[in-house]
């Protein structure tokens, strides 16, 4: 508990700083705060992701660091370094997101980690750094580029896997795209987009931390013995992928909405074609359950999942409020 508490204090001294050193201080908290998370005393594949993941965060931090005291000490000579200086400062940022072409260590830590901490690597680790991107969304031609190689890497690599931590690390690149998108021009679509995302992934998750799945199989298997689980995955995978008339699909029409209002009609086209691939493996996934068998019509007493039923209608009303508030602010 006490190392969840500050990785939350970390992230929160991250996005409500006004300096960069003392933004990366914060991020150094969260760092070091969520190593002891990923510990596990069952297996060694939590600590070879953990190590991933140190290095990896750690080499961003250094650059970062780098970049913050050299911009302080630049003269009027120099300034014109500063492009490149804020060009790196946001390569180090994008690797702690996870953003293509920055993306190596992200999938190959998902898939060493547990789904509890698969959640908090998806979710709140993306905040602190997507805020401090929202100080440079200046660079339009850079983050165009990351938005396309993101998409484009993202719906590629995420076809064939069968590892479903793998599967989510790619959709999560994907939606990286996007909220990448809807940050450059308006940023209440950009808070709506990553609370729906959030929401959307809980539920997902809690369904496979209890099912113990982390294979396609495993998935196949527990879905054909339940009716109300399959028919909430669906729903939850559907919205993930952006489907209509699926929630998922309201900050996706909210971005594209945006982008074609500004101009960006190539990045557009990019984003929606990238979406429809990655709504390809979430309808493989779906695809082979969607077929009743004999064990489905039997019914299953189970406290448990009244409880993810519960949570999963919960959350979908708190993200129907929470969309017509932002909508009318």
């Not at 939590?46 to 911009?71: C, D, G, M, W």
């Not at 699926?246 to 909210?254: E, I």
Request: hydrophobic content about 55%; charged content about 5%; some cysteine.
């Amino acid at each position: 508990m006490l190392f969840f508490n500050s990785l939350i204090i970390g992230t929160l001294v991250s996005i409500s700083s006004y300096n960069w050193m003392t933004m990366w201080i914060g991020l150094e908290i969260n760092l070091l705060s969520i190593i002891p998370l990923f510990k596990s005393n069952k297996n060694c594949y939590p600590v070879e992701a953990t190590l991933k993941y140190f290095i990896t965060q750690t080499l961003a931090s250094t650059i970062i660091l780098f970049t913050v005291i050299l911009s302080m000490n630049l003269t009027e000579f120099f300034s014109n370094y500063n492009y490149w200086l804020m060009m790196i400062l946001n390569s180090s940022l994008l690797t702690k997101l996870g953003a293509a072409p920055f993306h190596f260590w992200f999938p190959e830590v998902m898939e060493g980690i547990n789904w509890m901490n698969g959640l908090l690597l998806l979710t709140w680790q993306k905040l602190a750094p997507m805020i401090l991107l929202m100080y440079n969304l200046n660079m339009t031609f850079f983050f165009c580029m990351i938005i396309i190689i993101s998409s484009i890497i993202s719906g590629i690599y995420g076809i064939n896997q069968i590892s479903l931590r793998k599967i989510l690390s790619y959709s999560s690149i994907n939606h990286i795209a996007w909220m990448l998108a809807s940050m450059m021009n308006m940023k209440n679509i950009w808070l709506l987009y990553f609370f729906t995302y959030m929401i959307i992934s809980i539920n997902i998750i809690i369904i496979f931390y209890y099912f113990n799945i982390y294979f396609i199989t495993q998935l196949f298997l527990i879905l054909n013995k339940n009716k109300m689980i399959k028919i909430l995955f669906i729903f939850n995978f559907f919205s993930l992928g952006g489907l209509p008339p699926f929630l998922g699909f309201l900050p996706k029409l909210l971005v594209i909405y945006n982008l074609t209002e500004n101009n960006f009609f190539m990045m557009n086209f990019i984003l929606i074609i990238s979406t429809l691939m990655t709504l390809f493996y979430y309808i493989r996934l779906t695809l082979m359950s969607l077929t009743l068998n004999y064990e489905e019509l039997m019914i299953y007493h189970s406290n448990i999942n009244f409880k993810i039923i519960f949570l999963n209608f919960c959350t979908i009303s708190m993200l129907i409020i929470c969309t017509n508030i932002f909508l009318n602010f």
